[in-house]
């Protein structure tokens, strides 16, 4: 069974920084993808960015290029979100989500992934 733990999230102030992480468990991951949405309160759940187990592609919305760097670790079976720069309008609760295949045009969709972690929250204060 496969199990995703995020953690990292807190509250801080615009233009702080934070970093999240996610290890997943059950399963090692080789393929694929993994990836981090959010979703405020009252909207839908938002493709953040993503990266691939093989390889160094990594897809990142616009809202957060330049501000927001994922890094994996294989042997570690962990992705890590640094977010720099952070806006109010970066709080959310942030998931983490693996997929075991991967299209490059669905990598930003939430059903792509199948495994999800429980969310972690990001508060950014003005």
């Known amino acids: 069974q496969v199990q995703l733990v995020e953690s990292g999230g807190g509250l801080v102030q615009a233009g702080g920084s934070l970093r999240l992480s996610c290890v997943a468990s059950?399963?090692?991951?080789?393929?694929?993808?993994m990836a981090w949405f959010r979703q405020a309160p009252g909207k839908e759940r938002e493709f953040v960015v993503a990266i691939k187990w093989s390889g160094s592609s990594t897809y990142y919305a616009d809202s957060v290029k330049g501000r927001f760097t994922i890094s994996r670790d294989n042997a570690k079976n962990t992705v890590n979100l640094q977010m720099n720069s952070l806006k109010p309008e970066d709080t959310a609760v942030y998931y983490c989500?693996?997929?075991?295949?991967?299209?490059?045009?669905?990598?930003?969709?939430?059903?792509?992934?199948?495994?999800w972690g429980q969310g972690t929250q990001v508060t950014v204060s003005s």
């Open positions: 059950g399963r090692t991951f080789s393929s694929g993808a």
């Open positions: 989500a693996a997929s075991e295949t991967i299209r490059v045009v669905t990598i930003t969709r939430p059903g792509t992934y199948a495994y």
